[in-house]
């Protein structure tokens, strides 16, 4: 079985600041996949994105960097130069290997943008 | 990137009828879908995985009966509802299956059971 807990309910944030969500994970896969989903109030997951548990270099994407620590079971989003428009609710979640398959998602954070 | 709808958006409906969602890949083939539903301020919970051609395989708890699910082609999958009560009211969302790593979801379905 695959677990993921976040532990910040809610987080805020100012605006241009850097946030970091924290997740952390337990798995009994010797591969497995880690992601982040933002879902805005309008109900859509948004995927943000990817990393690998095999993968040697931590995951960005534009304003987006996972930070990886497999010894520990951590896999934090960094937001840098945060913007209002980040707003939102943001959920970690792991599938047995890769994103083709069933996802466990965590509670997930609810991120507030201070203007 | 790939694009995933879901139709109805929001249902209100009586209890004790039957309601369908329908997803939809709209520029890809999908082997798999996934069904999820949420609960107000609740994480997002696997319901069952849909296969083309196939039975669906539900999560534990889940009532295959009264969520019956139908992956009838490669772009569409169906979740009915049936007899839905109060309790059902939730918010369900599908997500499909792109290519290797690539999962895309649907804007989700709205669910008001009266």
């Known amino acids: 079985a695959q677990k993921i807990t976040q532990t910040q309910p809610g987080m805020f944030v100012q605006e241009k600041e850097a946030v970091t969500l924290d997740c952390t994970y337990d798995t009994s896969d010797p591969s497995y996949g880690l992601f982040w989903y933002k879902q805005p109030s309008s109900g859509e997951m948004i995927f943000l994105i990817y990393q690998g548990s095999y993968d040697q270099q931590n995951a960005t994407e534009g304003r987006y960097s996972l930070n990886f620590q497999k010894a520990r079971k951590s896999a934090n989003l960094v937001i840098s130069a945060s913007q209002l428009g980040d707003s939102a609710m943001y959920f970690c979640a792991i599938a047995p290997s890769f994103g083709n398959e069933k996802l466990t998602f965590g509670t997930g954070t609810r991120l507030t943008i201070i203007p | 990137g790939a694009v995933v709808s879901q139709h109805p958006s929001r249902v209100i409906c009586k209890s004790g009828t039957s309601v369908k969602i329908e997803c939809r890949s709209l520029?890809?083939?999908?082997?798999?879908m996934f069904w999820y539903r949420q609960f107000p301020k609740q994480s997002l919970m696997l319901m069952a995985t849909s296969n083309e051609g196939s039975k669906a395989t539900y999560e534990q708890g889940v009532e295959k009966d009264k969520f019956l699910i139908n992956h009838a082609s490669l772009t569409l999958s169906t979740l009915t509802v049936t007899s839905a009560h109060p309790e059902d009211s939730s918010f369900y969302i599908c997500?499909?299956?792109?290519?290797?790593?690539?999962?895309?979801f649907g804007p989700g379905t709205r669910l008001t059971v009266l």
């Open positions: 997500s499909a299956v792109a290519g290797y790593n690539e999962q895309f």
């Open positions: 520029d890809f083939q999908a082997t798999t």
